[in-house]
């Protein structure tokens, strides 16, 4: 298993600080740090790579650099290595990297499986805007923690950047996003997915 580390580089042309201060993600008006992350969305991420058909035994851990997202992603990574799966690479960054591009050949220099991502908003919002754009990165093969089921986080990216990503909550259940829209389920088996979002031009 490799870990790298993303230093300082060329600024990235992706989102500016000014548009990226626009569209603040937190109910505060300051960026948001994920919460710790529990025992039952550790479960429900499993569960979505352990799905019947699904066929993932690779995987590629990406997090941001902040308390909560280290551990998230050290969690994960015990628990997936402890059912025999393997996991390719580890690749962390900090939420104000100057070069994007660095990471994201790192996340996708092997082919696994699925990609695991633990990390705040902001940060995640200009690595997939890379990743989309200079790699062979795919949202739908994508899972996520709890703290990207943020509603203001298509908006920000582009409404086809993350499309097919999904997600555990904190309470078990899951969610997914579909163009401008997060949805969520609850824990136990439905169809009646919470929708959250705003449509294009909608203010939050």
Known sequence: MDTYHEGTGPASPLIGPEDLAAASLGPDG????PAPHTDAELAALIGLLT??????????????????????AAAFTGAWQARGGTVLAVVDWPESAASWLRPARRLTAQTPDAWVIAAAPPG????ARRLRHSTDWDPARTVAFAALQNPRLPALTGPDVLHGLRGATGEGGTW???GHWVTAFPPTAGTDGRQSGQRPGQRP
């Open 176 to 178: 997914q996003i579909a």
């Open 51 to 72: 799905r019947p058909k699904a066929r993932i035994a690779t995987v590629t851990v990406g997090h941001g650099r902040d308390a909560a997202s280290r551990a998230a």
């Open 124 to 127: 995640f919002a200009q690595l």
């Open 30 to 33: 300051a960026p948001p740090r």
